[in-house]
C-alpha cells in the first residue's frame, strides 16, 4: 500500500516540476515534429493539402529513380505520416 502512494505522489510531484504528466509526449515528441516540418519544407500550421504536396515533391526528389534512396523515401513518408497525425489530433483537441 505505501509503494502506491509513494508511486502517486511521485506521478504528482513529475507533473508539479516537469508541467507535463509522465505518460504525455514531452519535448522529443515536439523536436521530431519540428524536424518533419524542416524536412517536408511547410509551417507551423500547414493543412493537409500543404503536407500532401511537399511530400509529393521530396519523393519525387528523392525517389531512387531519380538517384535518392529508399532510406530518404522512407523518411519523407515518415514526416508526411507524423505531420498528419500531428494536425488530426490538434483538431480532434480543439472545441
Known sequence: MKVLLYLLLAVVAFRL????????????????????QALLGVRDQASREDII???????????????GTNEQVHEANSARDLLLGELSRRNTERP
Open 53 to 67: 504536396e511537399a511530400h509529393k515533391r521530396l519523393v519525387a526528389m528523392v525517389h531512387p529513380d531519380r538517384g
Open 17 to 36: 516540476i516537469i508541467g507535463r504528466w509522465p505518460w504525455e509526449p514531452g519535448r522529443a515528441a515536439r523536436r521530431s515534429v519540428e524536424q518533419a
